[in-house]
Structures are given as C-alpha cells and as structure tokens.
T-cell receptor, first 107, second 114 residues
Framework: RKEVEQDPGPFNVPEGATVAFNCTYSNSASQSFFWYRQDCRKEPKLLMS???SGNEDGRFTAQLNRASQYISLLIRDSKLSDSATYLCVPRGNKLVFGAGTILRVKS | DTAVSQTPKYLVTQMGNDKSIKCEQN?????MYWYKQDSKKFLKIMFS???????INETVPNRFSPKSPDKAHLNLHINSLELGDSAVYFC?????????????FGEGSWLTVV
C-alpha cells in the first residue's frame, strides 16, 4: 500500500460550490499532515497544516480522522483561483507527497 | 526576493551529456532537498542535506550527485543523462530536517533529455 493515496480527480465544480476531497495514509503513527497546493507549472506551496484537532483558514477546513486514517480538505465558496492540484503530506523526514487531487473551478 | 532560487529554469540537452542544476536559499534554513516530479506528477524526494551533510539518499542512480558547498547551497549534478531523467526537479529548504517544518520550494527546473 502506498504511504499516501489521493483520488487524482479532476474534480470539476462551478464557482461558489463546496468541494471536499480526502487523502488516505498507511502509517498509523502519523499524527499531523500538510496540505500543499500546486498550480500548473509551478512549485508546491503550503496551504495549511493539519493536526488532530483539525484546522480552519477562511474558506478552507482540514480534518484528520485517525481511526479511518484519512485527512480531508473542504473548500467552501470555490473561486476560479482555487483551481490547482492539492497534495497531502504526512509530516516526516522525507515528506512523502501524494500524487495530488486536481481541482478545476469553472465559471 | 526569491527565497529558494534554482537555475536553470529550463534545460534541453542530449542523451549522454552531463548537466548541473544549482540551488540557493536565503531563508537561513539548515536543511535543503532535491525532489523530482515526473510526467505522472509524483513528487519524490531524492536527497536531503542538513548543514552540508547528506541525511537522506533515496534510491537514485549514482549518476545523480548532490553537492552542498555550504548550507545555503545545494547543487545537483547529473552524469550521462538518459531520456528517463526528463522531469521537473525542485529544490527546497526547511528550517530543520525533522517533521514539523514547512518546506519551501524553488520554482523548479524543467529538464528535457532528447
């Protein structure tokens, strides 16, 4: 089993929609994670950190479900500028990235 | 100011050539990395250095040789380039090598081997 697995998508949603996607992980010892976003032909950039208590930053909410070993990212009121690939990363020395989930927000 | 900068941004070269990609960070971080992102978009770590010392060396052909002259620089030299080396190579840095630190990426170097 891969350390991190994500639905590659793409998730195609209209502006203003709420969208959520998950990331499953195999290492039950993982206690916190990062969500990165990567725009087309750009470098990944940190979106938010996710701890056991979850995290919320504006329209973005991340949750960690340790029992089922997945983390989720919820985006409310989607904007065109949210179109990107979202990568989940368990914290660790190697920072193993998932392949990412593609989000396309359309007008 | 660019925090993590790498050069060149684009590189097209023939099979069998030797090439280098340079990376510098001005964040004062102790740890630097090289990642490879292939055509399927998987981002995989290749190497990590902490204060000029190699701490992570993934299963990478020995044609790839990183060099860190100081903790602000981590260069990647590739010998005898092969078609399969075509990818985007990202340099990155973090304050410390362990798990709690955000990684900051450079803009990437697009390598095409023909």
């Amino acid at each position: 089993r891969k350390e991190v697995e994500q639905d590659p998508g793409p998730f195609n949603v209209p502006e203003g929609a709420t969208v959520a996607f998950n990331c499953t992980y195999s290492n039950s010892a993982s206690q916190s994670f990062f969500w990165y976003r990567q725009d087309c032909r750009k470098e990944p950039k940190l979106l938010m950190s996710v701890y056991s208590s979850g995290n919320e930053d504006g329209r973005f909410t991340a949750q960690l479900n340790r029992a089922s070993q997945y983390i989720s990212l919820l985006i409310r009121d989607s904007k065109l500028s949210d179109s990107a690939t979202y990568l989940c990363v368990p914290r660790g020395n190697k920072l193993v990235f998932g392949a990412g989930t593609i989000l396309r927000v359309k007008s | 100011d660019t925090a993590v900068s790498q050069t060149p941004k684009y590189l097209v070269t023939q099979m069998g050539n030797d090439k280098s990609i340079k990376c510098e960070q001005n964040l004062g971080h102790d740890t630097m990395y090289w990642y490879k992102q292939d055509s399927k978009k998987f981002l995989k770590i290749m190497f990590s250095y902490n204060n000029k010392e190699l701490i992570i060396n993934e299963t990478v052909p020995n044609r790839f040789s990183p060099k860190s002259p100081d903790k602000a620089h981590l260069n990647l030299h590739i010998n005898s380039l092969e078609l399969g080396d075509s990818a985007v190579y990202f340099c990155a840095s973090s304050r410390r090598p362990n798990s709690g630190n955000t990684i900051y990426f450079g803009e990437g170097s697009w390598l095409t081997v023909v």
